[in-house]
């Protein structure tokens, strides 16, 4: 490096956070829903298809640092997509989970909302979460499914 340089100019630029890459529609995801303040989209390395992630707007890190209007807004599209996943899917029910810096591969605030069904051995007595990869047009027809199930009224 340039010992003339600034210290500026010799640290590495930081890469864009990627769920802020999808909300501003700089990155290619299957979104499922939208609004205001949430955006929701398909994991892109699934641990069961229909495995969605549900993400502010706005740059927040953590569940601490949400504001109560990020919350709710979080915790009302999380209602809707528990509703929606097991009848766009046939699901029996889902899952939902959320990390805070142990686990979070993007330093994001993000919720895993994972469909469920009888027997699939999400919760073995082995536990190890091995991803999956959709088949080609799988993903598109999934985020369909859960779009259409979420203009449906229960």
């Known amino acids: 490096m340039d010992r003339f340089a600034s210290p500026a100019a ?6 864009p956070c990627p769920f802020c890459e999808i909300v501003a529609g ?9 609004d205001a303040e949430t ?4 994991d892109h390395s699934p641990l069961l298809a229909g495995h969605v ?3 502010p707007r706005a740059h927040i890190k953590t569940l601490p640092e949400a504001d109560d209007a990020t919350l709710q ?3 009302l599209r999380l209602r809707d997509l528990t509703a ?6 046939g699901a029996d029910g889902t899952f939902v989970a959320q990390n805070n810096v142990v686990s979070q591969s993007v330093a994001h605030l993000h919720f895993h909302v994972v469909p469920r069904w009888r027997g699939d051995r999400l ?3 082995n536990l190890s979460w091995r991803r999956i990869r ?3 047009g799988e993903a598109e027809r999934i985020a369909a499914a859960i779009r259409d199930a979420l203009e449906r009224p229960s």
């Open 134 to 136: 959709y088949r080609k």
């Open 53 to 55: 992630l549900l993400v």
């Open 26 to 34: 700089r990155a290619v995801a299957d979104v499922v829903a939208e």
């Open 84 to 89: 929606a996943l097991p009848k766009a899917l």
């Open 73 to 75: 807004a979080l915790a």
């Open 39 to 42: 955006v929701a989209f398909l």
């Open 10 to 15: 010799q640290r590495p630029a930081r890469k």
């Open 123 to 125: 919760f073995s007595h």
